[in-house]
């Protein structure tokens, strides 16, 4: 659904608020490709690195958390402990 303005709608709401009567919010929106660390499990090694760093691909509904791609070992994670996640507005990035 589209959370944009578009000029089909006469006071140029976005289709969804016009649907709900909600303006939507565009906080938990993040942005696609920005670096973020994610916590990895290290096989509770002592001296492996505990955060590694990623891409953030999108928001995972099931556990409530991010996707984040890693490059270094070429997979998808789910995690709930994303540090320095970039979202669309400015106070949002100061929260996280």
């Not at 929106?29 to 499990?41: E, K, L, P, R, W």
């Not at 090694?45 to 990623?54: C, D, E, I, M, T």
Request: aromatic share 8%.
């Amino acid at each position: 659904m589209a959370r944009t303005p578009t000029s089909a709608y006469p006071s140029r709401i976005s289709p969804l608020e016009m649907l709900t009567g909600v303006q939507p919010q565009f906080f938990d929106i993040v942005v696609f490709g920005s670096a973020c660390t994610a916590y990895h499990d290290p096989c509770k090694k002592a001296w492996k690195p505990r955060a590694v760093v990623g891409m953030i691909i999108g928001k995972d509904d099931e556990t409530k958390g991010y996707k984040v791609y890693l490059s270094h070992d070429r997979i998808v994670i789910a995690t709930q402990h994303g540090q320095n996640v970039e979202t669309l507005n400015a106070p949002g990035n100061l929260q996280l």
